[in-house]
């Protein structure tokens, strides 16, 4: 197995989690993409032997999940929703600053590696619309203009750390709803900011 | 109109720190989890949600009460809490689990006190990465307190909590769908029968899914018993419910109500109307899978029923006007643009009709439209959902493929004439 001893130990107390091994794969793919940025064919043979399952299975899933990249993204994904509450609040406008910006179409990374430009569906910012993730960050109420400097700020000051609050404070506009209190914690490379930990089993 | 503010009143009271355990404790949280759990019996806490009458807040809007008195009996049994909001247009489980997770959990566990289940689940959508961060923390905390974990409270029931991400699939909304997702597998739904996840749900054992509004609603009903929460909203929608208002509104939002006001009423007050005083030319009045209402329609009562009667459905409560400048078929096109790419691909008639609708809006939206394309649109719907009817039928596992109709027929229904008028009329060179 490649992946290291750590990785292991941390995949399998996720497998302890669950009733049964298998539903740790969920888990285990998104552990694996936060190791590389996407599915290698090596993290398939490391989780099928993991959860006890062929190759060709732990494929069969990762391949159906859009947030289970097959090849590597971009530091930043951008994600711009089209969806309907957006759509109808110009969400085109910013689909075309953010692809102008980077020179990519939808599901294209960059050649620095820096951007990975996708258009979405729904992410929950309806009555912020029109909407961004960066890194599933959301931002949400922006303007062209602050579109266009969000992904300036971005290439500039290239930041590990990518914390919704801070985006939605520097560029975001009107927000679904009031989000109270800044959070400093967000994420760090294009997988979500979550870590399934064990909170569970171990404790108690 | 006012808001009757349940469910996000700790929220609202401590805007500073409400999704901390500190905070919710010291607004009375877990007391009615604690009380419960040394004092009351399952069958009373059955008995308060059944007298509630309070029904699912995920879309489908089953009796909460009647679907706990479905779960089979069994040693192994799950409660799985559906946090997988992806319906355009809702965002409203987003604020329940970014600002009050302890509200949900704390539902969670009087939930399983009642149920007698002992692993419980929150499968929370990927993109939902700092809601889920928040719930993770709470789960945390909420353990390192001993509300979860061996002997809750000091009383006899354990009880472990897992937050398990998804990882992109409108269709894991779709409850055997989560499940199987749960399993470790695509997302697809299930073939029913078996047709209760309360009979054979997670690895085939008795399961409940509940949506997050649901289960948070449970403390509430549980504190302050079920006939008060009865007494608000009207029969057959009780209660309060949270709605997600947005589109071309002054004030979008999400707005804690209850049943039995207008839609014009709502957009009216608390919505501050429509921007710029346009008008309303449609609205959506329950998430991108209902069918539309015209603006001359925002009489029409917001309840399960009343909507129901008038041939589309309060869904997941999601509500998105769009005015008198909006291009209606750009927005038919968005809606079923979503359920092409959200199609799990099983069924055939879902699985190419969607696409085939996508590729004919485009070309009637871009105007290279054929008059015939408006009969082949209805033809193409007609194959996922036979008669066009309402409540649809549908020749697909699950009702994913005849949501794609709901904003065809809409169109042609009242729209017809917008439509037409973006065919080209003569032959394009």
């Not at chain 1, 989000?179 to 997988?191: E, K, P, Q």
């Not at chain 2, 409203?92 to 009087?110: A, F, N, S, T, V």
């Amino acid at each position: 197995m490649s992946w290291d001893e750590k990785l292991i130990k941390q995949a399998k107390k996720i497998v302890k989690l669950y009733p049964q091994k298998r539903s740790a794969l969920g888990p285990l793919l998104h552990l694996a993409q936060s190791k590389d940025g996407y599915i290698s064919d090596d993290s398939v043979s490391v989780i099928s032997e993991l959860v006890g399952i062929t190759e060709v299975q732990v494929k069969s899933v990762s391949t159906f999940y859009s947030m289970y990249k097959q090849e590597p993204t971009g530091k930043y994904l951008l994600s711009v929703c089209k969806s309907i509450s957006c759509e109808i609040n110009n969400s085109n406008s910013i689909i075309d600053i953010v692809k102008d910006f980077t020179g990519l179409n939808n599901n294209e990374t960059d050649e620095e590696g820096l951007f990975t430009f996708e258009a979405v569906e729904c992410i929950g910012a309806c009555g912020g619309a029109p909407a961004i993730q960066v890194n599933y960050e959301t931002v949400e109420g922006l303007s062209t203009e602050n579109t266009l400097n969000l992904c300036e700020w971005l290439k500039n000051e290239t930041p590990d750390l990518v914390v919704a609050d801070e985006l939605q404070n520097q560029f975001g506009g009107t927000k679904s709803f009031d989000w109270a209190i800044a959070d400093n914690s967000g994420t760090t490379g294009s997988v979500p900011g979550f870590q399934t930990l064990n909170t569970t089993k171990d404790k108690k | 109109m006012k808001e009757t503010i349940l469910l996000t009143k700790h929220m609202r009271e401590n805007p500073e720190d409400s999704h901390f355990i500190e905070s919710y404790e010291k607004s009375n949280g877990y007391s009615t989890a604690k009380k419960t759990l040394l004092g009351s019996s399952p069958e009373k806490v059955l008995e308060e949600i059944k007298a509630s009458n309070i029904r699912g807040r995920g879309g489908a809007g089953f009796p909460t009460g009647v679907k706990w008195g479905f779960l089979a009996e069994n040693e192994e049994r799950y409660l799985v809490i559906n946090a997988d909001e992806s319906e355009p247009g809702t965002f409203k489980d987003r604020i329940l689990l970014e600002r009050d997770p302890h509200q949900l959990i704390e539902g969670i566990i009087i939930t399983c006190f009642a149920a007698n289940i002992k692993n419980a689940f929150i499968y929370i959508r990927g993109e939902y990465a700092k809601p889920a961060r928040r719930v993770q923390s709470a789960v945390e905390q909420a353990y390192h307190n001993g509300y979860l974990g061996k002997n809750i409270f000091g009383s006899e029931m354990d009880l472990d909590l897992v937050v398990h991400l998804g990882a992109g699939a409108y269709i894991c909304g779709e409850e055997t769908a989560l499940l199987n997702s749960l399993e470790g597998r695509r997302g697809e739904p299930r073939l029913k029968p078996p047709y209760f996840p309360a009979v054979k749900g997670l690895y085939m054992k008795p399961t409940l899914v509940n949506n997050v509004e649901t289960i948070s609603s449970v403390p509430w009903i549980v504190e302050n018993t079920g006939e008060e929460y009865n007494k608000l909203g009207v029969e057959g929608s009780t209660g309060t419910r949270i709605f997600s208002l947005s589109g071309h509104v002054n004030l979008p939002g999400n707005y804690e109500i209850e049943m039995g006001s207008t839609f014009g009423d709502f957009v009216e007050t608390l919505g501050g109307g429509i921007r710029s005083n346009k008008k309303v030319k449609a609205y959506i009045p329950g998430g991108a899978s209902a069918p539309w209402f015209r603006g001359d329609q925002l009489n029409i009562k917001m309840t399960i029923d009343d909507v129901a009667n008038n041939n589309s459905m309060l869904g997941s409560g999601a509500v998105v006007m769009m005015d008198e400048d909006t291009n209606l078929v750009n927005a038919a096109k968005s809606i079923v643009s979503f359920f092409a790419h959200e199609s799990c691909g099983q069924c055939t008639p879902c699985r190419e009709g969607t696409t085939w609708l996508e590729m004919i809006l485009d070309r009637v939206a871009s105007g290279r439209g054929r008059t015939s394309d408006l009969e082949l649109l209805l033809d193409i719907c007609d194959n996922i959902s036979p008669g066009l009817s309402w409540p649809p039928k549908m020749t697909t596992i699950c009702p994913l493929g005849p949501s794609a109709v709901s904003p065809i027929t809409s169109l042609m229904k009242d729209f017809r004439e917008e439509v037409e008028s973006m065919i080209p009329t003569k032959v394009l060179l």
